[in-house]
């Protein structure tokens, strides 16, 4: 009874060093580099520069700046378009300046005029919430009206996006690029 499981296992383990299908290509040699002996000679490693920083890649804008919002009629594929691009506006980028928290609840402070406000993301976002009245144009005019920053000022202390929104719509004001302005129907 113990000759059939005896012939079993060698049989199994031939099976498994099958060298046919679609994987018998691949080098089953050793996976690591074998270490340099002692006597060869260690050459250093080749320097090289930091390529430099690449220019601020952007999704595909899902409409043009002459109308920046983005309906809830539109097609799925604008509205995904659209999402994307929002997000990209509020990401960091390396070349981007450190975050200014206390900067940026200085700017809110002066923002309350216009809407409850709230800073988001250590500094990066500056929300203003409003009961009715948020368009394309009320970040950049509400900044230009009650506070002495610009949008330079803001992107210079890690700033990078300004946002309304009301029961209805909501607009983000990008500091990078004042015609950067993108707005959505909730």
């Not at 199994?12 to 299908?21: F, N, R, T, Y």
């Not at 994987?23 to 580099?33: F, K, S, T, V």
Request: charged share 15%; proline share 13%; hydrophobic share 40%.
């Amino acid at each position: 009874m113990r000759t059939p499981l005896l012939i079993a296992i060698p049989l199994s383990v031939l099976a498994a060093c099958d060298k046919s299908g679609p994987l018998a290509e691949l080098d089953a040699g050793p996976a690591w580099p074998v270490a340099p002996s002692a006597q060869s000679p260690v050459s250093p490693p080749p320097t090289q520069t930091a390529p430099p920083p690449k220019a601020r890649v952007m999704p595909p804008r899902p409409v043009p700046t002459s109308s920046p919002t983005v309906r809830i009629t539109m097609p799925i594929d604008v509205q995904l378009q659209a999402i994307q691009y929002m997000a990209a506006m509020q990401a960091p980028q390396p070349s981007d300046a450190a975050a200014d928290p206390a900067y940026a609840k200085e700017v809110a402070g002066s923002l309350s005029a216009a809407g409850k406000t709230e800073v988001i993301s250590s500094g990066r976002l500056i929300d203003i919430t409003m009961p009715k009245g948020c368009d394309a144009t009320l970040p950049k005019e509400a900044i230009a009206r009650h506070t002495s920053a610009s949008l330079t000022a803001l992107l210079a202390h890690g700033v990078l996006v300004v946002r309304c929104k009301d029961h209805e719509l909501q607009c983000l004001q990008s500091t990078r690029d004042a015609d950067d302005v993108l707005c959505t129907h909730k």
